[in-house]
Every structure is written in C-alpha cells, then in structure tokens.
Nanobody, 125 residues
C-alpha cells in the first residue's frame, strides 16, 4: 500500500533553516505528482509547493525564494528545503502524492489522494 513518511521537522529560531524529507513506498514514485502542504492550528491545510511528474515546480507565493522542493527518484524521497524561516511558517507539514494530472495547479488538498502523517515545524521569534 502507499505509504508516505515525513521527517526532519523541529524547532528553530526565525531566520533558521530546516530540511524536510518524505520517504515514499508502495507506488512508482517517479510517475506521481508530489506536494508539500502545511496546516497551522485552526487554519486550513494550504499547499506549499508541488513538483509535477515532468519535474516542473510551483510554489505558493508566501514561500517563494525561501523554500525549495526537490526529489530523488532513485530513493523515492521528496524534500523541502526551508530557509529564512518565519514564525508564520509554524505548522504541521505534510507530503502528498497523486497519480493524476492536477485539476488546477496541484496546490489544493482535494487534488491528492495519498497523505503522510506530518512533521511539526515550529519557528520562534
């Protein structure tokens, strides 16, 4: 069965960096669209970025220039490099996978059928 396991979260001060990983199994990783999402308490789950099947990438505006998505198909692993972190980046971060073409940009939770359990990122000021 499909399994997504996030790791790398933690607590950092504002301006710091973290690297999240998402280990995938149970499907052909290179053929899936992969996304990173985050959800703060009391907020909706929002798309952070997506890497499409062709390798192209799209980010939500609030993380452009600070976050970088990448993947290693040989390791079936998705990454999210986060730098210049802000307190507003505090959230549970999730990776998601879907084999279909996106309905829109691939940044909405409804466009993914497989989810990990998340890893917490806390940024203090």
């Amino acid at each position: 069965q499909v399994q997504l396991v996030e790791s790398g979260g933690g607590s950092v001060q504002a301006g710091g960096s973290l690297r999240l990983s998402c280990a995938a199994s149970g499907f052909t990783f290179s053929t899936y669209r992969m996304g990173w999402f985050r959800q703060a308490p009391g907020e909706e789950r929002e798309g952070v970025g997506v890497i499409y099947r062709d390798g192209s990438i799209k980010y939500t505006d609030s993380v452009k220039g600070r976050f970088t998505i990448s993947k290693d198909n040989t390791k079936s692993t998705l990454y999210l490099e986060m730098s210049s972190l802000k307190p507003d980046d505090t959230a549970m971060y999730y990776c998601a996978a879907d084999p279909r073409a996106p309905l829109a940009y691939g940044l909405h939770r409804a466009e993914y059928i497989h989810w990990g359990r998340g890893t917490q990122v806390t940024v203090s000021s």
